[in-house]
């Protein structure tokens, strides 16, 4: 198997990232779900760049020509809905906190 | 009528004690002055200055939220002490406390009251080029024909909030309360103020003009 530059540097970032993880695990910071759901997400990364052959006939059949296009294009999707999900929740969390603020305030008249 | 003041402050100390004596001489209504966490010593000051007024009703938001946010918490304090209108005025000297008796005279008749200035020498030419160009969007887009949409004097009656009720947190809540005026066909007037600008880089920069102008089509399709 011979690795190119491009395979070692995705895959130490996803080695990286497996590690951090488990760091964060460690701190309680993330729950089961969301390790296993991290996990199988940077774990697939490390996977697809050191065995892109394996996806081969899968890429074919969704007619990419390329398995970086496919992972190119598999990277913006998870990246729009990450994106998406941090909108919605920092939009979430600042209609709490202003509310919070709010009644705080209106106990606190002078 | 009983008739509100909310005075939106933050970070703007004896500015802010100035225009609140301003409006006591001016004015027999209840002033809510909301201190949306600043960081120097404004409510304080504020305290100090108002602790045995009992017309004036002192807020303060642990952390900055913004004006829109800000001008919210007048109108809770405001339904609270039953008051059927509310006036908004700013904290930083730019309006003038004389025309609230304007204002009050205007709202018996009507439900929102809108303060514009003349768009003379004293407004800086970037700030007009960008308030002209924004009331010709509303027109088209909602039906308003404002004079001056950039103007934070301005009033209504608390019957019409749920029309009107704003989702900027920050800047643009001018902008957005003429937009849903205009958008639920409410009647207004418009009642002139003084144009006075103390320091100009206060007030919405270039940048704070982008970022309305990327919410307006949400407030276009949003029901």
């Known amino acids: 198997m011979n690795i190119v530059g491009v395979q070692l540097i995705v895959a130490s970032f996803g080695f990286l990232m497996l590690y951090n993880l488990f760091l964060h695990w460690k701190k309680k910071d993330i729950g089961f779900k969301g390790v296993m759901v991290w996990f199988i997400l940077w774990g697939g990364l490390i996977w697809i760049t050191l065995f892109p052959k394996s996806i081969e006939p899968f890429i074919k059949e969704l007619f990419f020509i390329r398995t970086f296009d496919f992972a190119a294009v598999a990277a913006l999707i998870v990246l729009a809905y990450v994106m998406f999900e941090n909108h919605l929740r920092i939009n979430k969390l600042q209609q709490q906190i202003e509310k919070l603020v709010r009644i705080i305030s209106l106990k606190k008249e002078k | ?223």
Not at chain 2, 103 to 124: C, H, I, Q, T, W
Not at chain 2, 182 to 209: L, P, Q, S
Request: aromatic share 10%.
């Open chain 2, 1 to 223: 009528m009983k008739i509100g003041i909310i005075v939106p402050e933050y970070n703007e100390g004896k500015r802010a004690v100035e225009t609140v004596n301003g409006i006591l001489n001016c004015s027999r209504n209840l002033i809510i002055v909301v201190d949306d966490g600043s960081d120097d010593n404004s409510y304080e000051l504020l305290k100090n200055s108002f602790d045995k007024e009992k017309r004036v009703i002192l807020l303060k938001h642990l952390i900055n939220l913004g004006k829109g946010a800000a001008m919210k918490t007048g109108i809770k304090m405001a339904k609270k002490r039953k008051m059927e209108a509310v006036v908004f005025i700013d904290a930083d000297g730019q309006h003038n406390p004389k025309h609230l008796v304007e204002f009050g005279k205007v709202l018996m008749n009507n439900d929102l009251v809108f303060g514009y200035r003349s768009m003379g020498a004293e407004m800086p030419v970037v700030r007009k080029l960008g308030n002209m160009f924004s009331i010709n969007l509303i027109k088209v887009l909602f039906k308003i024909n404002r004079s001056d949409l950039l103007c934070g004097y301005f009033g209504f009656k608390l019957k019409i909030y749920p029309k009107i009720k704003w989702t900027s947190g920050r800047y643009g809540v001018e902008t957005e309360i003429a937009a849903r005026a205009g958008k639920n066909n409410i009647e207004f007037k418009e009642v002139k103020v003084d144009t006075i600008y103390i320091d100009k880089y206060k007030g919405v920069t270039i940048f704070d003009a982008f970022k309305i102008l990327l919410k307006i089509p949400f407030w276009y399709f949003e029901k």
